[in-house]
Structures are given as structure tokens and as C-alpha cells.
T-cell receptor
Framework: EAAVTQSPRSKVAVTGGKVTLSCHQTNNHDYMYWYRQDTGHGLRLIHYSYVADSTEKGDIPDGYKASRPSQENFSLILELASLSQTAVYFC??????????FGEGSKLTVL | GDSVTQTEGQVALSEEDFLTIHCNYSASGYPTLFWYVQYPGEGPQLLFRASRDKEKGSSRGFEATYDKGTTSFHLRKASVQESDSAVYYCALSVSGGSNAKLTFGKGTKLSVKS
């Protein structure tokens, strides 16, 4: 049974619309992350969190917000989706050991 | 800032060929180094890690040695199989003893034909 689950797995959004990507983990890990994957750029960190009700900016936070209402849940929010945010988004959890456990990814297409 | 450079964007090999994927890093502190693998349709997963100079990490026939002098952590496998086809990511963490935040390279897509 998958320990990090993402929803939706695929979404088509319109430019300027709001998008929420959700992540749920059953690993009992303190750390959770949102990464963006693009061809030619690899994996880039958007936001992360090490405790509920607190989030930290990663390397490319502009245009994204994050929310961690509980240890198990971590959401990524695009208030005004843009074409440049078309990508595959990965959520991950960790015990702060460097071993990240990733979900299966959410493919976002902004038209 | 910290960075990871993977020289090869794509590598195409035949079964039983020798594999090398080059990884060089730049870090402000003493990093822990990682190799992750991503199979089609899945999220990345840890292959192995190394935390100090000259340490060798290995798993599933893959290996890499931490070289602080050349700031490298090259991935090697003596004989690849078709099932090794995947994207490989080199990564590092430098966070004052914490391994919370990983910086990834751009990835190398390995295709192995039988």
C-alpha cells in the first residue's frame, strides 16, 4: 500500500485559475516536500515543511503556496495558474535522513 | 548556492555494457551525496548514499565513491540490463547536519536495449 499518495494524479487547468494539489502520507514522517519535475531541469524544490502549521520556501517558491494542516497532509496551491507551471509535481516525505519517499506524481497541464 | 551537475542527459547502451554517469557537485559545506532512480510512471527512490570522503555506496550492482578532491560521485555499473532503464538523479544535502533539504541534478535517462 502506497505510503505517499497524491491527488489528483492528472489535472487540466485554465490560465488564471486556482489549482490545489494534495498529498497524504502514512509514514509518520515529520518532513514533507513538493518538487517540480521538468525535462531539462530535473527535480526542483518548491516548498517543504518539518512540522504541522509551518512551511518553508524551497528553491523556486514564486507562484506557489503551501499548507500543512496536519503531519499527514501537505498541499500545494497555485492561486493563479500560468502556462509556465505545466509540469509533473511530486510530493515526498522524510525522516530527515536524506531518504525521501516520493508519491507517484501529479501531472498538471495549464491551458 | 549548492548545485549538482550531471554531464549526460541521455545514455543509450546495450545489455552487458559498462555504465558510467558523471556527477560533480558544488557545496558550501560537507555534503551527503545520493543517487536516486526513477522508473517509468513512478516517483524517484533512493538507490544509495555516501556521507564522507572515500566512502563507497552501492546497491543492485550500482556503485559510486565519494571523492572530495574532485567533488565527484560518479555512478557505475559493470553490466547493465534492460530492467535498468530509468532516469538517474544525483543529489546532495548540506544543512548543518540535517539532511532535510536535497538539491538534485537534472537527471540522466538511461535506455538499455536487449
Amino acid at each position: 500500500e502506497a505510503a505517499v499518495t497524491q491527488s489528483p494524479r492528472s489535472k487540466v487547468a485554465v490560465t488564471g485559475g486556482k489549482v490545489t494539489l494534495s498529498c497524504h502520507q502514512t509514514n509518520n514522517h515529520d518532513y514533507m516536500y513538493w518538487y517540480r519535475q521538468d525535462t531539462g531541469h530535473g527535480l526542483r524544490l518548491i516548498h517543504y515543511s518539518y512540522v504541522a502549521d509551518s512551511t518553508e520556501k524551497g528553491d523556486i517558491p514564486d507562484g506557489y503556496k503551501a499548507s500543512r494542516p496536519s503531519q499527514e497532509n501537505f498541499s500545494l496551491i497555485l492561486e493563479l495558474a500560468s502556462l509556465s507551471q505545466t509540469a509533473v509535481y511530486f510530493c515526498a516525505s522524510s525522516l530527515n535522513t536524506g531518504q525521501l519517499y516520493f508519491g507517484e506524481g501529479s501531472k498538471l497541464t495549464v491551458l | 548556492g549548492d548545485s549538482v551537475t550531471q554531464t549526460e542527459g541521455q545514455v543509450a547502451l546495450s545489455e552487458e555494457d559498462f555504465l558510467t554517469i558523471h556527477c560533480n557537485y558544488s557545496a558550501s559545506g560537507y555534503p551527503t551525496l545520493f543517487w536516486y532512480v526513477q522508473y517509468p510512471g513512478e516517483g524517484p527512490q533512493l538507490l544509495f548514499r555516501a556521507s564522507r570522503d572515500k566512502e563507497k555506496g552501492s546497491s543492485r550492482g550500482f556503485e559510486a565513491t565519494y571523492d572530495k578532491g574532485t567533488t565527484s560521485f560518479h555512478l557505475r555499473k559493470a553490466s547493465v540490463q534492460e530492467s535498468d532503464s530509468a532516469v538517474y538523479y544525483c543529489a546532495l544535502s548540506v544543512s548543518g547536519g540535517s539532511n532535510a533539504k536535497l538539491t538534485f541534478g537534472k537527471g540522466t535517462k538511461l535506455s538499455v536495449k536487449s
